[in-house]
């Protein structure tokens, strides 16, 4: 499998389970993407992310081969806003959108990584936002509410402006994620960001 099969192979996947995802944003996440057929911009840099135990757990051997062939040449996001401190503990990629490998005004499309035993600290942002969960079970917390478990296979998404959070315990996390509507990624803020 070369890295532009491996593309379509996460590509056809994600269409799969968008589409039957419980959430209004995965059918229209969907037909945005079905098009995407383009290849990658990938990086010569290799990045170097702990995903081996994510990977192995995924029942779907082709998406973990896919997914292998791809995440060594992805262009992680580590830092900046969306991280505290020094420690690599949550990274994601943006495969299509305004910021994207593949460049899209109306939508944004990505991975998300998040190593066992950390917290995502409660964030906001303007943009609807569907999860779906590849590997890992991790627990979400939507506004006050209490943490709830979300293993492999859940979809859900959050509404514009609520408060939510996300911590692991015993597995790291892997899952696909898009934003819809108020893409900028001005209206985003975290508690205890400076």
């Known amino acids: 499998m070369n890295a532009q099969q491996a593309w379509q192979y996460l590509l056809q996947y994600t269409l799969v389970n968008f589409q039957a995802s419980h959430s ?3 059918p229209k996440t969907a037909n945005l993407l079905a098009p995407m057929v383009e ?10 992310l702990p995903l081996t135990d994510c990977l192995n757990s995924m029942p779907d051997q082709q998406l973990a081969q896919a997914l292998s062939m791809l995440a060594p040449q992805l262009p992680w996001v580590t830092q900046g806003f969306f991280t505290i401190g020094n420690d690599i503990d949550r990274a994601y990629v943006e495969f299509v959108g305004p910021d994207g490998l593949i ?8 991975i998300y ?3 066992a035993g950390s917290f995502y600290p409660s964030h906001r942002h303007n943009a609807l936002e569907l999860y779906y969960i590849l590997a890992g079970t991790a627990q ?3 506004g006050q509410s209490e943490f709830l478990p979300q293993p492999p296979g859940s979809s859900f998404d959050h509404l514009d402006r609520l408060d939510h959070a996300t911590r692991t315990v015993d597995e790291d996390l892997l899952a696909l994620w898009a934003w819809h509507g108020d ?4 209206s985003y ?6």
């Open 24 to 26: 209004e944003l995965g």
């Open 39 to 48: 290849p990658l911009d990938l990086s010569n840099e290799p990045t170097c």
């Open 113 to 115: 990584w998040q190593q």
């Open 140 to 142: 979400w917390q939507r």
């Open 103 to 110: 460049q899209h005004p109306d939508f944004r499309f990505g």
């Open 189 to 194: 803020s975290m508690d205890g960001k400076d």
């Open 183 to 186: 893409l900028g990624m001005e």
